[in-house]
Every structure is written in structure tokens, then in C-alpha cells.
């Protein structure tokens, strides 16, 4: 009887935890613009400023626009309106990302 009660005590402290983690690992799963930005430029096989390049470039802007912008970004992660539609535009083209190469199952292994 001491048994099945430390059995009953086990799983439902093993139901707590897992809800708890999967709560706390939730945010992980939403990919921002900063993480897509990344991933593309990863897909793509070029840097961030590769990509503020050729945003700014489809948009017409000048190399010193595009550079201030990049600055501006890596200082405060703010992306500028034209790289934003870049990204919706490119979006995903089927290609491999980072995180899927790292974690096959789509989000990190839990501790």
C-alpha cells in the first residue's frame, strides 16, 4: 500500500513538473523577428548585414542607410519596416534553419 502511494506521489509530481517546464519552455517555441531574421540569414547562407543589404538594396536605399541601420539594430535590436517585409517576404523556403539543425525536435532537450 506504502508503495502505490509513493507511485501515485511520483507520477503526479513527475505531471507537475512537465507542466511546469513546458510553460516555462513555451516562449521558445514563438519565433520573433530577431530569431527568423537569423534563421533566414542561415538559410540563406549569409550574414544579418548580408540581408539589411539586401533589403535596403530591393528598397533603393543608400550602403550608408542600410549601415546605420544595421548599427542601430545590433545596438537595440529594433528592425527597420523594410527589412520586416523582407522577412515575410523570403519567409522560409523549405531550407534547414539553425535551431532545426541543433534540435531536430524543435525546441532544446529538457534539462
Given at each position: 500500500?506504502?508503495?502505490?502511494l509513493?507511485?501515485?506521489?511520483?507520477?503526479?509530481?513527475?505531471?507537475?513538473?512537465?507542466?511546469?517546464?513546458?510553460k516555462?519552455?513555451?516562449p521558445?517555441?514563438?519565433?520573433?523577428?530577431?530569431?527568423?531574421?537569423?534563421?533566414l540569414?542561415?538559410?540563406?547562407?549569409?550574414?544579418?548585414?548580408?540581408?539589411?543589404?539586401?533589403?535596403?538594396?530591393?528598397?533603393?536605399?543608400?550602403?550608408?542607410?542600410?549601415?546605420?541601420?544595421?548599427?542601430?539594430?545590433?545596438h537595440?535590436?529594433?528592425?527597420?519596416?523594410?527589412?520586416?517585409?523582407?522577412?515575410?517576404?523570403?519567409?522560409?523556403?523549405?531550407?534547414?534553419?539553425?535551431?532545426?539543425?541543433?534540435?531536430?525536435?524543435?525546441?532544446?532537450?529538457?534539462?
Open positions: 500500500m506504502t508503495a502505490l509513493i507511485y501515485i506521489a511520483l507520477a503526479l509530481v513527475f505531471a507537475l513538473g512537465k507542466v511546469v517546464l513546458e516555462r519552455l513555451a521558445l517555441d514563438a519565433a520573433d523577428d530577431q530569431r527568423r531574421l537569423g534563421d540569414a542561415f538559410s540563406m547562407d549569409c550574414s544579418v548585414y548580408d540581408l539589411f543589404a539586401r533589403a535596403g538594396a530591393a528598397w533603393n536605399f543608400s550602403k550608408a542607410k542600410t549601415d546605420a541601420d544595421f548599427r542601430d539594430y545590433v537595440s535590436d529594433r528592425i527597420p519596416p523594410y527589412l520586416h517585409e523582407f522577412l515575410q517576404h523570403e519567409g522560409h523556403s523549405g531550407q534547414q534553419t539553425y535551431q532545426e539543425l541543433l534540435y531536430p525536435g524543435g525546441r532544446p532537450p529538457y534539462l
